[in-house]
């Protein structure tokens, strides 16, 4: 299931967005462009900057525990810990957390919430807003934002 970010950028104090948003491209690690299926664009091309770590983010976020066959600790563990009859929550949160500070060009976390509904089966991130490496500000433009649900 892929997940596509709608994000906004809030540059540091004292820089423009267009400075913002060029040492990003400067500070954060390139990668190769994959489709909303998560498969590789063909032709291929690179994406940069803040457009490289939601991509990254939803690699991560995708990965289930031991499907990485260079290391197999990466991962979430969705059969093991999220598609369970009683899911921890406060768990959940705590490998999404610990997945997206993993990502190349997140310094830190200033908000996360997750909230699962039973009735439809969905898991939603409530709030998220994390510090960028530089300085910049990554938040959800719409939120509740849909991780997972059995019905779609």
Do not use: C, H
Request: negative net charge; glycine residues 6%; charged residues 20%.
């Amino acid at each position: 299931m892929p997940i596509q970010w709608s994000y906004i950028i809030t540059p540091p104090a004292g820089s423009t967005e267009t400075e913002a948003l060029t040492s990003l491209e400067v500070l954060v690690p390139s990668d190769l462009a994959v489709d909303a299926d998560g498969d590789l664009e063909l032709p291929p091309r690179l994406v940069k900057g803040a457009y490289a770590v939601t991509q990254s983010m939803n690699t991560a976020f995708q990965m289930m525990l031991g499907e990485w066959f260079l290391d197999t600790r990466e991962g979430i563990p969705y059969v093991e810990e999220v598609f369970v009859a009683a899911p921890d929550l406060r768990l959940i949160e705590a490998l999404f957390r610990r997945a997206i500070l993993r990502v190349p060009g997140i310094a830190s976390l200033r908000a996360f919430a997750m909230s699962r509904d039973r009735s439809t089966r969905t898991l939603s991130i409530d709030d998220f807003e994390a510090v960028l490496v530089n300085g910049s500000t990554l938040r959800l433009a719409e939120t509740p934002y849909v991780v997972y649900t059995s019905n779609g």
